[in-house]
Nanobody
Framework: QVGLVESGGGLVQAGGSLRLSCVVP????????MGWYRQAPGNQRERELV?????????NYADPVKGRFTISRDNAKNTVYLQMNSIAPEDAAVYYC?????????WGQGTQVTVSS
């Protein structure tokens, strides 16, 4: 595996759920906290941090997603997940995973989440 590979996005009705996955190269996964980021479509907004998880499993969430999204990591699979529940129209974006810290890995292609109301 060369880089970060996100999957699991798609079209979802408002109020629905999705589970995003990100397979991470082992050398990156083992030594870094990880985060899920998103970038809203159609503008030049920067990617915003949605959630982060430390190597030990400690988590933090952006206020807009608290109580709705859950980040987790599977150390055996070098994979980070984002469980998205009660999805709202404002959650529509391309979602990316990357390291959480001062240095990021090369960004992957992301996975698109589209919300119908």
């Amino acid at each position: 595996q060369v880089g970060l590979v996100e999957s699991g996005g798609g079209l979802v009705q408002a109020g629905g759920s999705l589970r995003l996955s990100c397979v991470v190269p082992g050398i990156i996964f083992r030594f870094n906290a990880m985060g899920w980021y998103r970038q809203a479509p159609g503008n030049q907004r920067e990617r915003e941090l949605v959630a982060s998880i430390t190597i030990g499993g400690g988590t933090n969430y952006a206020d807009p997603v608290k109580g709705r999204f859950t980040i987790s990591r599977d150390n055996a699979k070098n994979t980070v997940y984002l469980q998205m529940n009660s999805i709202a129209p404002e959650d529509a974006a391309v979602y990316y995973c990357n390291t959480f810290g001062p240095l990021n890995a090369i960004w992957g292609q992301g996975t698109q989440v589209t919300v119908s109301s």
